[in-house]
């Protein structure tokens, strides 16, 4: 759905849309929408910025930092957001941004897709890494195993070889008392 700038001049949008599963390309592999991404919002224009706001729901499908397990992590977010035209400068300069602006977004030409806002609000309202249970046991560094589901024939005590000098240090001083 694209949100035209004409359009919102003239009147409020009322947004109530379903996106499928697959519709919507969050751009990571590991982010997966579980169930349709269900969206109550309004769009109206104000002062020349275009305001958003609403709230969406949907599951997605994530991979356990630990053991690499599928999880599925819910996803309910209210938001309001405002974007403004980019400005049209002669040349690209840097510029000190005010505490203000942090909290705009902007859009080039004539408006903006209501898809891109979206993929932008679940991708944030998602943690950094997710974990499939607490006590969620992981891989085997060695053999690659799922601690979760079986226990691995692995030496435990395998000592890194960078820290073999160390342990010849340390037997020589024991040996001296």
Known sequence: MFLDVKDLAVRKV????SYAPGSIDYGISEVKQAEPLEVTATAELLEGQIRISGELETKIE??????????IEEVH??????YQPL???S??????????????GFFQGEGLFLADVLKEQVLLSLPMKVICQSDCRGL???CGASLNHEECRCERHATDPRLAPLARLKQDW????
Do not use: G, H, S, Y
């Open 14 to 17: 009322q947004i109530r849309k």
């Open 62 to 71: 994530m991979v356990c930092a630990r053991c690499l397990e599928p999880v």
């Open 77 to 82: 977010k209210d938001f309001d957001l405002f």
């Open 87 to 89: 400005p049209k400068a």
């Open 91 to 104: 040349k690209p300069e840097e510029e000190r941004l005010k505490d203000d602006d942090t909290e705009i």
């Open 140 to 142: 085997c560094p060695t």
């Open 174 to 177: 024991l040996k001296k008392q």
